[in-house]
T-cell receptor, first 112, second 117 residues
Framework: KQEVTQIPAALSVPEGENLVLNCSFTDSAIYNLQWFRQDPGKGLTSLLLIQSSQREQTSGRLNASLDKSSGRSTLYIAASQPGDSATYLCAAPPSNTGKLIFGQGTTLQVKP | GAVVSQHPSRVICKSGTSVKIECRSLDFQATTMFWYRQFPKQSLMLMATSNEGSKATYEQGVEKDKFLINHASLTLSTLTVTSAHPEDSSFYIC?????????????FGEGSWLTVV
């Protein structure tokens, strides 16, 4: 059974810092790896999706990598801003069914 | 982009009553929808998979008679929490899967906060 773990659970950084959020999964047979943002009390915003055949995806200041062999993905946020403060969730669907298995999330606070 | 709408966004109900949450795909047909539950400071846990025109598939530990799911059309799935108890208070969020020609992209609703008093 797939398990997804995110470390750290919480992170506080000063504005402008580059940071890395970690996501690990136990079963390398994933269909893709997705990163989401969740603001307090809100739904999910899709950030990046890495297909299982890909190594990384980039969108603006965000870069996500995927290493299936080690069961890890990282989300790199460059030049962090207070507006980046949110909870970041990774999800690893085991197949193309649409089911997502989520990690516990990393709550990021970027201080001005 | 594709939009998934949930209603209501917040609902308070009395213990013992039932409450219905709707999940609508506004500009695409969703053959499959998913219902998740998120307790405070925890991650999203899949409750069930809703397939249009057939019975929902529930995850282990989710009571199908308590959480009734209906997916009567390609744009609407409903989750009814029956005989609600305070421990059912949670954030419920749905996702909808687009058609194969849209890359099977998953779209999430805005979520519904349920408080049972």
């Amino acid at each position: 059974k797939q398990e997804v773990t995110q470390i750290p659970a919480a992170l506080s950084v000063p504005e402008g810092e580059n940071l890395v959020l970690n996501c690990s999964f136990t079963d390398s047979a994933i269909y893709n790896l997705q990163w989401f943002r969740q603001d307090p009390g809100k739904g999910l915003t899709s950030l990046l999706l890495i297909q299982s055949s890909q190594r990384e995806q980039t969108s603006g200041r965000l870069n996500a990598s995927l290493d299936k062999s080690s069961g890890r993905s990282t989300l790199y946020i460059a030049a962090s801003q207070p507006g980046d403060s949110a909870t970041y969730l990774c999800a690893a669907p085991p197949s193309n069914t649409g089911k997502l298995i989520f990690g516990q999330g990393t709550t990021l606070q970027v201080k001005p | 982009g594709a939009v998934v709408s949930q209603h209501p966004s917040r609902v308070i109900c009395k213990s013992g009553t039932s409450v219905k949450i709707e999940c609508r795909s506004l500009d695409f047909q969703a053959t499959t929808m998913f219902w998740y539950r998120q307790f405070p400071k925890q991650s999203l846990m899949l409750m069930a998979t809703s397939n249009e025109g057939s019975k929902a598939t529930y995850e282990q530990g989710v009571e199908k008679d308590k959480f009734l799911i209906n997916h009567a059309s390609l744009t609407l799935s409903t989750l009814t929490v029956t005989s609600a108890h305070p421990e059912d208070s949670s954030f419920y969020i749905c996702s909808a899967r687009g058609a194969a020609n849209s890359g099977n992209t998953i779209y999430f609703g805005e979520g519904s906060w349920l408080t049972v008093v």
